[in-house]
C-alpha cells in the first residue's frame, strides 16, 4: 500500500520586508490509507540534526561502560529502571514508520505521535493498552505535530522534492527543494486527509498554534547555518506567521515574517555565536516558541538566546525581553511556562540530542535546564536568571542524553514537570523553589548499545489527563503512571486537548 500524490498549486507572496517567497499550497486530496504495509526509511537525523544517527566510541568509552553496567552504575543495555512512584503501563513498538520518533499531541482519547516517516495515532482510552488506529506515511523530518479542532499541522524541515506526502529526498542545495507545513483534515480520525500546504522559509523544524474560533495561527520555528540552503538566506532573525482558516484550512497563507532580532549586519541581532562566544549557537532563527495564549505571551528558545514576547497581535508579536548565557547554553532549544507564569524553563540541547553530555565530565550546568524568574509586569517584565537542574543520574558514553520535551504536572500552589532526556529517559521534577530544583521520579531503559553510540530515548515525554506518556526514538510509545503526594492532585485535571506548546491555563 502507497499513500497518493498530492498535487499543488505555486504562487508568489511577498514578506513584509519585500522578499519573494514561494508558496505551496496542496489541494485536497483522497484520504492517506489507514494501515501501511510498508514505508520506506528517511534518512533520519537527531534534532537539530547535526549529529549521526550511530557513531564509534573509544575502547576505553566502551570498556567503561561496560564496567558501569556490571557495577549496577547504570542499568544494562535495554534493561528498564524506575523510582518506586513510576509504573511502566505499556509500550507499544515502533510499526510501519521506521523512522525517529519524535513530538506528541493529544485531544481527547487521542494520542498522536511524530515520526520522521509521517505520523501514528492511539487510541488511549485504555492507558494500559494504547490501540493503533491509523498511521500515515509522510516522511519530512521531523514531522513535528500539532492538533487543533479537526486540524492536524505537521513540520517538514528537510529539502524534499514536493510537498506531498510521496516525495523523496533532495540535497539540501538544490534550488527547487520545498519544506514548510503540512496541514491534515483529521475529522475522520481512521483516514486523515491531506489538505494544504505553506511553504516557508527555511522550512518548518518546530511550530506553534496559537489558536482563535474562526482561525489557528501558525508561528513557524526555523534556522539556517548560513547560504548554504537556497531558501534560508541570511539575515533569518524571525519566524513565519501563517494563518489557517478553520472551515477552508486549503487557503492556509502566510501572513508575516516578523522580525525578533532587529540589529546591524548580515546576521540581524541575534547572540553573534562563535568566535564571539565559543561554543554557543549563533542566532539565525528561533528552534520553539511555547505560547500562553489567555495571558498573550510567549516564551522563545531561539538558538543563542531566550525571549520572552507579546503576542497580542498574534501576527506581530513584540519582544519584551532577551536573554543570553555565554557561559553554560550552547543550544536554547525548547521553553515552559509554570502555571503562575512567573517563571520560564528554558532547555540546552548541547551536542544537538546525539552527544553523551549526561556524566561528570560535562558536569550539571551544560545541557541542562535554565530556570528564571519572570520579574516585573508588562512591558518591564525581566527575565533573571535563578539555577541550573540536570538529572542527576550520570549515562555512559554509548548514550546521548541532554535535556529535551517536557510538560507541566498541574497541582495549584507547585511548580512540577516532566521532561524527556533522551538515554536518560523521563525525569520528574520540582522547580517550586527557583533555586533548588529537585528530581521527584524517574524511569530509564539502558544503552541501546555499550560500545557504540546509538541515537534512541525519550524525544517527548508529556503529562495528560493523569499519565505520562513518552516517545521514545527507537523503543516506541510508552506510557507511565506516577503514584506521589505532590504529583496526585493533578489527575483531577482533565483536557479535552493538549498541544504542549501552547500550553493551557489548566485552573481557567
Same mark, same amino acid.
Given at each position: 500500500?502507497?499513500?497518493?500524490?498530492?498535487?499543488?498549486?505555486?504562487?508568489?507572496?511577498?514578506?513584509?520586508?519585500?522578499?519573494?517567497?514561494?508558496? %505551496? +499550497?496542496?489541494?485536497?486530496?483522497?484520504?492517506?490509507?489507514?494501515?501501511? $504495509? #510498508?514505508?520506506? =526509511?528517511?534518512? @533520519?537525523? *537527531?534534532?537539530?540534526?547535526?549529529?549521526?544517527?550511530?557513531?564509534?566510541?573509544?575502547?576505553?568509552?566502551?570498556?567503561?561502560?561496560?564496567?558501569?553496567?556490571?557495577?549496577?552504575?547504570?542499568? %544494562? +543495555?535495554?534493561?528498564?529502571?524506575?523510582?518506586?512512584?513510576?509504573?511502566? $503501563? #505499556?509500550?507499544? =513498538?515502533?510499526? @510501519?514508520? *521506521?523512522?525517529?520518533?519524535?513530538?506528541?499531541?493529544?485531544?481527547?482519547?487521542?494520542?498522536?505521535?511524530?515520526?520522521?516517516?509521517?505520523?501514528?495515532?492511539?487510541?488511549?482510552?485504555?492507558?494500559?493498552?494504547?490501540?493503533?488506529?491509523?498511521?500515515?506515511?509522510?516522511?519530512?523530518?521531523?514531522?513535528?505535530?500539532?492538533?487543533?479542532?479537526?486540524?492536524?499541522?505537521?513540520?517538514?524541515?528537510?529539502?524534499?522534492?514536493?510537498?506531498?506526502?510521496?516525495?523523496?529526498?533532495?540535497?539540501?542545495?538544490?534550488?527547487?527543494?520545498?519544506?514548510?507545513?503540512?496541514?491534515?483534515?483529521?475529522?475522520?480520525?481512521?483516514?486523515?486527509?491531506?489538505?494544504?500546504?505553506?511553504?516557508?522559509?527555511?522550512?518548518?523544524?518546530?511550530?506553534?498554534?496559537?489558536?482563535?474560533?474562526?482561525?489557528?495561527?501558525?508561528?513557524?520555528?526555523?534556522?539556517?547555518?548560513?547560504?548554504?540552503?537556497?531558501?534560508?538566506?541570511?539575515?533569518?532573525?524571525?519566524?513565519?506567521?501563517?494563518?489557517?482558516?478553520?472551515?477552508?484550512?486549503?487557503?492556509?497563507?502566510?501572513?508575516?515574517?516578523?522580525?525578533?532580532?532587529?540589529?546591524?549586519?548580515?546576521?540581524?541581532?541575534?547572540?553573534?555565536?562563535?568566535?564571539?562566544?565559543?561554543?554557543?549557537?549563533?542566532?539565525?532563527?528561533?528552534?520553539?516558541?511555547?505560547?500562553?495564549?489567555?495571558?498573550?505571551?510567549?516564551?522563545?528558545?531561539?538558538?543563542?538566546?531566550?525571549?520572552?514576547?507579546?503576542?497580542?497581535?498574534?501576527?506581530?508579536?513584540?519582544?519584551?525581553?532577551?536573554?543570553?548565557?555565554?557561559?553554560?547554553?550552547?543550544?536554547?532549544?525548547?521553553?515552559?511556562?509554570?502555571?503562575?507564569?512567573?517563571?520560564?524553563?528554558?532547555?540546552?540541547?548541547?551536542?544537538?540530542?546525539?552527544?553523551?553530555?549526561?556524566?561528570?565530565?560535562?558536569?550539571?550546568?551544560?545541557?541542562?535546564?535554565?530556570?528564571?524568574?519572570?520579574?516585573?509586569?508588562?512591558?518591564?517584565?525581566?527575565?533573571?536568571?535563578?539555577?541550573?537542574?540536570?538529572?542527576?543520574?550520570?549515562?555512559?558514553?554509548?548514550?546521548?542524553?541532554?535535556?529535551?520535551?517536557?510538560?507541566?504536572?498541574?497541582?495549584?500552589?507547585?511548580?512540577?514537570?516532566?521532561?524527556?532526556?533522551?538515554?536518560?529517559?523521563?525525569?520528574?521534577?520540582?522547580?517550586?523553589?527557583?533555586?533548588?530544583?529537585?528530581?521527584?521520579?524517574?524511569?530509564?531503559?539502558?544503552?541501546?548499545?555499550?560500545?557504540?553510540?546509538?541515537?534512541?530515548?525519550?524525544?517527548?515525554?508529556?503529562?495528560?489527563?493523569?499519565?505520562?506518556?513518552?516517545?521514545?526514538?527507537?523503543?516506541?510509545?510508552?506510557?507511565?503512571?506516577?503514584?506521589?503526594?505532590?504529583?496526585?492532585?493533578?489527575?483531577?485535571?482533565?483536557?479535552?486537548?493538549?498541544?504542549?506548546?501552547?500550553?493551557?491555563?489548566?485552573?481557567?
Amino acid at each position: 500500500m502507497t499513500s497518493l500524490r498530492t498535487p499543488r498549486t505555486t504562487t508568489a507572496a511577498r514578506d513584509p520586508r519585500g522578499r519573494i517567497r514561494r508558496l %505551496g +499550497v496542496a489541494s485536497a486530496a483522497a484520504g492517506l490509507l489507514a494501515t501501511l $504495509l #510498508a514505508a520506506g =526509511p528517511v534518512a @533520519a537525523t *537527531p534534532d537539530p540534526g547535526d549529529a549521526p544517527a550511530r557513531a564509534t566510541v573509544s575502547s576505553e568509552e566502551a570498556a567503561d561502560a561496560r564496567s558501569a553496567i556490571r557495577s549496577g552504575e547504570i542499568p %544494562g +543495555v535495554d534493561e528498564i529502571v524506575h523510582s518506586g512512584n513510576i509504573e511502566h $503501563l #505499556a509500550n507499544i =513498538p515502533k510499526d @510501519a514508520l *521506521p523512522g525517529f520518533n519524535t513530538d506528541l499531541a493529544f485531544q481527547g482519547r487521542y494520542a498522536f505521535a511524530g515520526n520522521y516517516d509521517g505520523f501514528r495515532i492511539f487510541d488511549i482510552s485504555r492507558p494500559s493498552s494504547p490501540k493503533t488506529v491509523a498511521q500515515v506515511l509522510c516522511p519530512g523530518s521531523q514531522n513535528d505535530i500539532s492538533v487543533s479542532g479537526d486540524l492536524l499541522f505537521l513540520s517538514t524541515d528537510s529539502s524534499r522534492s514536493d510537498d506531498s506526502c510521496a516525495s523523496t529526498t533532495q540535497p539540501a542545495t538544490v534550488k527547487e527543494s520545498w519544506e514548510g507545513m503540512k496541514i491534515f483534515d483529521i475529522s475522520d480520525i481512521r483516514n486523515p486527509k491531506y489538505v494544504a500546504s505553506v511553504e516557508t522559509a527555511c522550512g518548518s523544524h518546530t511550530h506553534t498554534l496559537v489558536p482563535q474560533r474562526k482561525d489557528v495561527y501558525v508561528y513557524v520555528s526555523s534556522y539556517g547555518p548560513g547560504d548554504t540552503f537556497p531558501d534560508c538566506r541570511r539575515p533569518h532573525d524571525g519566524i513565519s506567521v501563517i494563518k489557517v482558516p478553520r472551515k477552508a484550512p486549503e487557503k492556509a497563507r502566510l501572513v508575516g515574517f516578523p522580525v525578533l532580532f532587529p540589529g546591524e549586519g548580515p546576521d540581524g541581532g541575534g547572540n553573534p555565536g562563535a568566535p564571539t562566544n565559543p561554543g554557543v549557537s549563533k542566532t539565525t532563527g528561533c528552534h520553539d516558541i511555547t505560547v500562553l495564549p489567555e495571558k498573550d505571551l510567549a516564551a522563545g528558545a531561539c538558538m543563542g538566546d531566550g525571549i520572552l514576547f507579546d503576542i497580542s497581535d498574534p501576527e506581530r508579536p513584540r519582544v519584551i525581553d532577551r536573554v543570553q548565557d555565554n557561559v553554560n547554553f550552547a543550544f536554547w532549544h525548547s521553553a515552559t511556562f509554570n502555571l503562575k507564569a512567573n517563571k520560564i524553563v528554558f532547555t540546552d540541547e548541547l551536542g544537538g540530542g546525539g552527544a553523551a553530555t549526561c556524566n561528570a565530565e560535562v558536569g550539571p550546568n551544560r545541557g541542562a535546564n535554565g530556570i528564571y524568574d519572570v520579574v516585573g509586569k508588562g512591558k518591564r517584565s525581566k527575565l533573571v536568571f535563578r539555577s541550573y537542574f540536570k538529572i542527576p543520574r550520570h549515562q555512559a558514553a554509548t548514550e546521548n542524553c541532554v535535556a529535551h520535551n517536557g510538560s507541566l504536572i498541574p497541582v495549584k500552589g507547585k511548580d512540577l514537570m516532566v521532561q524527556a532526556w533522551y538515554q536518560g529517559g523521563v525525569s520528574v521534577w520540582d522547580f517550586t523553589n527557583s533555586a533548588k530544583p529537585k528530581e521527584i521520579a524517574h524511569f530509564e531503559r539502558g544503552p541501546l548499545s555499550d560500545t557504540t553510540l546509538s541515537v534512541g530515548g525519550s524525544w517527548s515525554a508529556y503529562y495528560y489527563n493523569g499519565h505520562i506518556y513518552s516517545n521514545d526514538i527507537a523503543k516506541g510509545f510508552d506510557v507511565l503512571k506516577i503514584s506521589d503526594r505532590l504529583t496526585d492532585p493533578a489527575k483531577r485535571v482533565r483536557l479535552d486537548e493538549l498541544n504542549v506548546q501552547t500550553q493551557p491555563d489548566y485552573f481557567d
